[in-house]
């Protein structure tokens, strides 16, 4: 995506912003977080002709790139491997758990086992002896695998959404059911905290679109640095 279009999706993200509490305007929000969406994931996911931010990502990126941990990069010294994993868990767990009161995708299928890391919370506190594990055992294709699988869910689940739903608050037995389940670090417990405060279109518009775009911007800009400075 060239940064005419990054300067798009973040005018459309403020335009969601501005109508997705309104019931009238629900099939509108609905259809423009689509779109938003599609665009933080593989084509594949939509088997969309446009080139999204994940497609950047991965296109001619070495499995090096991808590891490479830690880094020294604006904002961040994780690996491009964890920043996809941490966006998808989160995602797993607001979207189907918070939003849909739902199970998560992790458990509901076989992808703890299959991810091969022993980590099934967030990714928020972990020590740089942990980021370095997961970055160099974590299964890649596994991961892409179950961020395609989480992604459709997402889109799922909010396009059966009725108008109204949106402005719902978060149930507070979901959330303590992510804290039994261990989604977070008891030292990151903040953070469901700051998901308890949020409606369900809250969470539509950070962790299932702007914190995936925040984390891919980061990522590409790992790749370019680490990449080109191979090549050279």
Known sequence: MES????LWSENHKKLSNCILNPDLHESAVELFLHLHALLFSSQMTYSQLITLEDE??????EEALRKY?????????????????TTRIEDMTMNTLVHNGDQILFSGDWYNQLKVDFMHSGNGMSEEEVGELSSRIDIDALLSYRLEVGRKTREIISSMI?????????PAKLQKLEDQGAVK?????LLDYWGKKTKAGLVLMPATRHNFVHLNKSIRIKQKYQRRREQ
Request: glycine share 4%; no cysteine.
């Open 4 to 7: 005419f279009q990054r300067k």
């Open 57 to 62: 990502l991965f296109n001619d990126i070495t």
């Open 70 to 86: 830690p880094v020294k990069t604006p904002g961040t010294k994780n690996s491009i491997v964890w920043h996809l994993w941490h």
């Open 163 to 171: 108008p109204g739903q949106l402005k719902e608050a978060v149930d």
């Open 186 to 190: 008891k030292e990151e417990s903040w």
